[in-house]
């Protein structure tokens, strides 16, 4: 139940939308993930291909929260709860607004390249994105659709919260999905390779779309791009060794190493997801288990190694060791990320070996485990994220944040609850994951606390 990528979602997606075929369908995608896809099911259904650009508006001080979205035309949608859960103020969503309508037109310049919406009125449009979540953006991009007096309009995506799906089924005249499951963490969690979409790749896609359409044959299929598999390693430790899934991009400028607390880490959907995010930012991962396949057997019964902070800390150290004399990752600065009772683990072999690791995020982490002293010489800036409806660990991870000395931030996610499952909760955490990571571990960073 998972994708390859957005071609193969897409094509998915348009075996199950060839019923309409014969109703002469605009497919209108949203930029930028929406576009391959909607390419995909364009070609397929042998109808033309155009976007409708939405843009999200990010909360002040948490850009990667959606408060809502604007669509070309100034159509928008705000969600009411977030609003004055953040307490932003009117004057606040205006400033912001403002701005994004800004980057909106210039996207619809570069894509469309001076070419006018196509016309809407009376025809049957398909509205395509890579995945929903929320909603936010197809609520905006719905919104501005009608404006345009469309005869009918198909919101289609791979994969939709299944409690989104119910919503948005009250706002089109028919909604296509393949999958709409109840435990849907995040879009990209159901895709093998969920690479960031470029401009260039949008405009690459419309171009050839249009160009197609204007001689009248079909749209050419798109290349399937090279897999990228990760190595498998096995690091030795004392007792055993540690398996883990070592996956370096092109020109990587930084390792992130995932600590768990059970030996189930480098399966872990969630870490996966968050590290997909965290490759296409540049960022080489390493996922690992930290327990040996025996130690793991005994923690599943007794559960007293995923508490044992200092073995798991041991075990990191181990691991982190290994990274930096390993030829292809000696260069990379090392970052820990860190979930559950891992994330006291990272802070004390951060605290232990200072000068080789340089930042930390903590999802739902416990890092009061990692006690005051480590805490108080943590060298690391640490970046420590919960759900807004964890409330226990949410204290406690207020208290452990009085007591570092290093640069730090804390940021909830409206809500959220402990594993992050709630639609587009965990997104949010793999990009303020790949914003702190992507800003210290570069040089400049690496020089100022050097």
Request: proline share 7%; aromatic share 4%.
């Amino acid at each position: 139940m998972r994708f390859v990528d957005r071609v193969e979602a897409g094509q998915q997606l348009a075996e199950l939308l060839k019923p309409f075929r014969d109703e002469n369908p605009l497919v209108l995608a949203l930029p930028r993930g929406g576009v391959p896809v909607g390419y995909e099911v364009a070609r397929i259904l042998s109808a033309p291909l155009d976007v409708i650009v939405v843009r999200k508006l990010g909360a002040p001080m948490q850009p990667e929260l959606g408060l809502g979205a604007i669509a070309e035309g100034g159509a928008m949608w705000v969600d009411s709860w977030l609003l004055r859960e953040l307490d932003v103020s009117p004057k606040q969503l205006e400033g912001i607004a403002q701005r994004e309508a800004a980057e909106l037109e210039r996207r619809v310049a570069l894509y469309r390249g001076g070419r006018p919406l196509p016309t809407i009125e009376g025809r049957t449009v398909i509205v395509v994105d890579d995945g929903v979540a929320t909603g936010g953006t197809v609520r905006a991009a719905l919104r501005a659709l009608r404006e345009h007096h469309p005869k009918r309009v198909i919101l289609a995506v791979p994969v939709i919260a299944a409690g989104t799906a119910i919503a948005l089924r009250r706002e089109v005249d028919d909604l296509i999905c393949v999958f709409a499951p109840e435990d849907f963490y995040a879009v990209g969690a159901w895709y093998d390779e969920f690479s960031q979409t470029t401009d260039a790749e949008v405009k690459s896609l419309l171009d050839a779309a249009h160009e197609a359409s204007l001689h009248g044959r079909p749209a050419p299929a798109t290349p399937a791009p090279p897999a990228a598999d990760p190595d498998e390693v096995s690091i030795p430790c004392a007792g055993g060794s540690l398996e883990g899934l070592l996956h370096i991009p092109r020109a990587a400028h930084g390792l992130v190493i995932f600590a768990h607390g059970s030996g189930s880490g480098r399966h872990s959907p969630r870490n996966q997801h968050v590290a997909r995010v965290l490759r296409d930012a540049g960022l080489a991962t390493l996922l690992l288990d930290l327990l040996t396949l025996e130690e793991e057997r005994v923690d599943e019964v007794t559960g007293h190694l995923r508490f044992d902070i200092e073995f798991l800390a041991r075990r990191l150290i181990t691991a982190t060791r290994w990274a930096a004399q390993r030829p292809d990752t000696a260069h990379l600065p090392i970052g820990y990320f860190g979930a559950s009772t891992g994330a006291g683990a990272a802070l004390v072999a951060a605290a232990q070996i200072p000068d080789l690791v340089h930042a930390i995020v903590s999802r739902g982490g416990r890092p009061d485990l990692a006690g005051a002293k480590s805490l108080a010489i943590v060298k690391a800036p640490t970046l420590l994220i919960v759900g807004g409806r964890d409330e226990e660990v949410l204290q406690l991870n207020r208290q452990a944040m009085a007591l570092l000395q290093v640069q730090h931030r804390l940021v909830v996610v409206p809500g959220a609850t402990h594993l992050f499952e709630e639609p587009g909760t965990l997104d949010a955490v793999a990009r303020l994951a790949a914003g702190w990571f992507s800003q210290h571990l570069v040089p400049g960073a690496l020089e100022a606390r050097a």
